[in-house]
T-cell receptor, first 116, second 115 residues
Framework: AQKVTQAQTEISVVEKEDVTLDCVYETRDTTYYLFWYKQPPSGELVFLIRRNSFDEQNEISGRYSWNFQKSTSSFNFTITASQVVDSAVYFC?????????????FGQGTTLQVKP | DAGITQSPRHKVTETGTPVTLRCHQT?????MYWYRQDPGHGLRLIHYSYGVKDTDKGEVSDGYSVSRSKTEDFLLTLESATSSQTSVYFC??????????????FGPGTRLLVL
């Protein structure tokens, strides 16, 4: 069965520190997609990135970077030089290419607190 | 940002009353979803739609029904609200199904309190 584990429940850092949020997934499918979402204190869910299982190239977007490693079934998210505005709950999610619509499974989320 | 609105944004109701939540999109996406978010359970899929009048159950569908008569609207109904349905409800849309790698974009959420 597919599963997403975000072992870090809460992380607290001081502004300008780098921080990595871990995501480990389980799937038996060879085609799947991984996502990260951000949920700031205001409550909305904001899409950050999608990665498919055939693309292991790491991605960088400004201060955000993602490291996808199929060998360890991990899709980790790093924020460089963190800022207070990065404080949020971050969710990793997995969808498999099965059936007509697939299914999106979320991890439990990691709460990141960035202190000034 | 994807054009998704949810109404109402906040609602307080009493046990046993029917409640309907509305999700409206302006993106003309085929797929729409309803999730609930609860502490300790994360996000769980209630129902989803893969086209007008085409819907199916998610993992926590008991006590909920949905309807989609137009592409842009997806309604979630609690036939007889219970306190266990107190939650934050999110609507999501995607152009492609998840099986095809579709990305879900979420609405702002509805906070529902059942007394």
């Amino acid at each position: 069965a597919q599963k997403v584990t975000q072992a870090q429940t809460e992380i607290s850092v001081v502004e300008k520190e780098d921080v990595t949020l871990d995501c480990v997934y389980e799937t038996r499918d060879t085609t799947y997609y991984l996502f990260w979402y951000k949920q700031p204190p205001s409550g909305e869910l904001v899409f950050l990135i999608r990665r498919n299982s055939f693309d292991e190239q790491n991605e960088i977007s400004g201060r955000y970077s993602w490291n996808f490693q199929k060998s360890t079934s991990s899709f980790n998210f790093t924020i460089t030089a963190s800022q207070v505005v990065d404080s949020a709950v971050y969710f990793c999610a997995l969808s498999e290419a099965q059936g007509n619509t697939g299914k999106l499974i979320f991890g439990q989320g990691t709460t990141l607190q960035v202190k000034p | 940002d994807a054009g998704i609105t949810q109404s109402p944004r906040h609602k307080v109701t009493e046990t046993g009353t029917p409640v309907t939540l509305r999700c409206h999109q302006t993106e003309n996406h085929r797929y729409m979803y309803w999730y609930r978010q609860d502490p300790g359970h994360g996000l769980r899929l209630i129902h989803y739609s893969y086209g007008v009048k085409d819907t199916d159950k998610g993992e926590v569908s008991d006590g909920y029904s949905v309807s989609r008569s137009k592409t842009e609207d997806f309604l979630l109904t609690l036939e007889s609200a219970t306190s266990s349905q107190t939650s934050v409800y999110f609507c999501a849309i995607s152009e492609q199904g998840l099986a095809g790698g579709g990305t879900q974009y979420f609405g702002p959420g509805t906070r529902l309190l059942v007394l």
